[in-house]
């Protein structure tokens, strides 16, 4: 039976998860999740909190033009910095179309094959797969359509990506449930590059990739069960998730599924969620023309997943094309384990500055960001305080640290001067 549900969701992030008759053994997760090794959170604005994620530098080259998903998109339609509407930075532009996740050899690509393979083994050829779809989409799909309340903290500049007022880059791929309902699928898995501002870590990165997927179930399959719908989706929902080391599930709150639940790990001396789950909301269906279904649904992030698996210390790491990153891994093998080509020294630097109302530290990262790219590892607040006018101050340390060589002195310094600068120029505040 399920287990009892218990704790708040303290934590955040994306997720994963399942399948429906149990006439067989329930196929355990724990072929995924029998792990053990690495590091800590991504963030879901959807769950409870806030979010959180990292920056880029070995940039791929960007093209002028990109197809995806059968979509041509240009950088100015992206891109536009004169437009107030618009907040999506060249080095986030630079991301599209990259889709990691369509790399037979790299750990998002192997990550998604094998979980392909779980769904083809277990449920042959039930679930449908879609991994091109575009990820520009309206923020009808990216909130209405999953019941995103208007005033939701997701909706703000401050989280999500707007190429304009109606249009963002998805920041979850639950962007693509509706639709796909819509169109008449009921068992889908749709995997994609998605896009949050946030702050910097070493497991958060305002790019990522997420697996959604959707099982819808029609009145034959819980009538002789006993059990009222809802109940038997949560139960065939979680079933196929237990058993896998050292897990737990956690309440929570999705606006698209009720009940809602993160599945988390234990890892590292810390619970850690991989995944967002629940009973699909029936407002959902019916707004799909699927009024008499039942549907559970979820949402797993990979890269978090993919850092336990292969050892991944630092996120970054997924976007270089340094050879010595690329070449450790190889089409179907999940099973190997990073090897660090080295560990390079950190330098942190620290800045202080007076705040003004309307700065935020997802504002300040994307700063750093911009000018640093992915030498910046963390930006970390040591330090605030108000003093008797009132006036609040704020310390950040910056650490710099590239995964593939050593930074002089004098590369940080400069890099520190120019962030310093840009902070001041952008974002309103005094520096002390
Ligand atoms: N979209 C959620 C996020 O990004 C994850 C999620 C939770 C997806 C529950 C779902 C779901 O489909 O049912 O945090």
New binding site residues.
């Given amino acids: 039976m399920a287990t009892p549900l218990s704790h708040l969701a303290l934590l ?4 994963y998860l399942l399948r429906r008759h149990h006439s067989f053994a329930p196929p355990s997760l724990s072929g995924f999740l029998s792990f053990r090794s690495l590091s800590s959170p991504l963030s ?4 409870s909190l806030s979010s959180n994620r990292s920056s880029n530098k070995w940039k791929q080259p960007t093209a002028a033009l990109l197809e995806i998903g059968g979509v041509k998109i240009a950088k100015d339609d992206v891109v536009k910095e004169n437009d107030p509407t618009n907040n999506v930075p060249d080095t986030i532009f630079s991301k599209l179309g990259v889709e990691l996740h369509r790399r037979d050899n790299h750990p998002i690509g192997i990550l998604k094959n094998a979980i392909y393979d779980y769904f083809d083994t277990n449920f042959p050829a039930k679930f449908v797969k879609f991994d091109d779809l575009c990820p520009i989409v309206s923020i009808k799909e990216n909130f209405d359509d ?1 019941l995103v309340p208007a005033d939701h903290i997701s909706r703000s500049y401050n989280d999500t990506y707007y190429v304009d007022a109606q249009t963002v880059l998805r ?4 962007a693509h ?1 509706a639709e796909l309902l819509r169109k008449g699928h009921t068992h889908f898995l749709v995997t994609g590059d ?1 896009y949050r501002r946030d702050s910097i870590d070493s497991t958060h990165y305002p790019v990522f990739h ?1 697996m ?3 099982c819808v179930f029609s009145p034959d399959d819980w009538a002789g069960s006993g059990m009222d719908a809802t109940s038997y989706v949560a139960m065939d929902l979680k079933k196929s998730l237990e058993g896998a080391v050292d897990m737990r599930w956690v309440d929570t709150y ?1 606006p ?2 009720n009940p ?1 639940f993160e599945l988390e790990i234990f890892f590292q001396e810390k619970w850690m969620e991989v ?4 009973v ?1 909301e029936q407002e959902i269906l019916r707004r799909s023309g699927r009024t008499d279904g039942v549907a ?4 797993l ?1 990979l890269e978090r997943l993919a850092m336990v698996l292969f050892d991944i210390p630092d996120i970054r790491l997924f976007w270089s094309t340094d050879q010595r990153f690329t070449s450790q891994f190889s089409e179907g093998k999940l099973g190997i384990k990073f090897k660090p080509f080295s560990k390079y020294p950190p330098c942190y630097k620290d800045m202080s500055f007076w705040i003004s109302d309307s700065f935020t530290e997802n504002n300040l990262c994307e700063v750093v960001r911009g000018i640093a790219g992915d030498l910046v590892e963390e930006v970390q607040l040591i330090d605030n305080f108000t003093n008797k006018k009132g006036m609040t101050s704020h310390c950040y340390r910056i650490a710099y640290r590239s995964m593939e060589r050593s930074l002089t002195d004098e590369e940080i310094n400069q890099l520190q001067g120019l962030v310093r600068e840009a902070v001041q120029s952008k974002l309103n505040v005094v520096l002390r």
Avoid: I, M, N
């Fill in positions: 955040k992030s994306p997720s879901s604005p959807f769950s999953v920041c979850h791929t639950s449930q998605v997420q959604e997927g959707v999705f698209f599924t809602s995944l967002g789950c629940g699909t559970w649904a979820f949402g992030g």
